[in-house]
T-cell receptor
Framework: RKEVEQDPGPFNVPEGATVAFNCTYSNSASQSFFWYRQDCRKEPKLLMSVYSSGNEDGRFTAQLNRASQYISLLIRDSKLSDSATYLCVVREGGNNRKLIWGLGTSLAVNP | NAGVTQTPKFQVLKTGQSMTLQCAQDMNHEYMSWYRQDPGMGLRLIHYSVGAGITDQGEVPNGYNVSRSTTEDFPLRLLSAAPSQTSVYFC??????????FGSGTRLTVV
């Protein structure tokens, strides 16, 4: 089993739609969780951290479920500019600050 | 505040040549790392550093060297380029508990 797994997609949605991505992780001792966004041929950019209580940033909501070892990202009212690959990232605990990266979920928002 | 600066943006090498990819950050981040990104493989950690004078290997370190003489700079050296090292290379930096900032990447082709 991969350490961090994501559905590669692509997810094709119309503008204004709500779309959700899930990501599962295998290490129950993982400490920190992030969603990154990567546009084609660009560097990954931090979208949001994921907190235990869940957190929201505008149209984006991230949730963590430690019991089932998954995190989710919900995008409401999708915009054309949301088209990108969304990367799930997990940081291991302890002194090991290693980040484990998912392969990403591709989103295409269509007019 | 320039963030993370990577140079060069593009490079073509012949097999057996050596070169250094430069990475500098002006955010006083303790943690810096080098990744390579290949289609279908996701981001793979090459080397990382948790502070000046401290470096360690990631998951794909063979063929690469790093040094961290200052907090700001973290160069990556390709010792003897091979076609298998054709990839996009990203440098990233960050604080311990937060997400990382990436440079804009170096597209390397080894012929």
């Amino acid at each position: 089993r991969k350490e961090v797994e994501q559905d590669p997609g692509p997810f094709n949605v119309p503008e204004g739609a709500t779309v959700a991505f899930n990501c599962t992780y295998s290490n129950s001792a993982s400490q920190s969780f992030f969603w990154y966004r990567q546009d084609c041929r660009k560097e990954p950019k931090l979208l949001m951290s994921v907190y235990s209580s869940g957190n929201e940033d505008g149209r984006f909501t991230a949730q963590l479920n430690r019991a089932s070892q998954y995190i989710s990202l919900l995008i409401r009212d999708s915009k054309l500019s949301d088209s990108a690959t969304y990367l799930c990232v997990v940081r291991e605990g302890g002194n090991n600050r290693k980040l484990i990266w998912g392969l990403g979920t591709s989103l295409a928002v269509n007019p | 505040n320039a963030g993370v600066t990577q140079t060069p943006k593009f490079q073509v090498l012949k097999t057996g040549q050596s070169m250094t990819l430069q990475c500098a950050q002006d955010m006083n981040h303790e943690y810096m790392s080098w990744y390579r990104q290949d289609p279908g493989m996701g981001l793979r950690l090459i080397h990382y550093s948790v502070g000046a004078g401290i470096t360690d290997q990631g998951e794909v370190p063979n063929g690469y060297n790093v040094s961290r003489s200052t907090t700001e700079d973290f160069p990556l050296r390709l010792l003897s380029a091979a076609p298998s090292q054709t990839s996009v290379y990203f440098c990233a930096s960050g604080k311990t508990s937060y997400g990382y900032t990436f440079g804009s990447g170096t597209r390397l082709t080894v012929v």
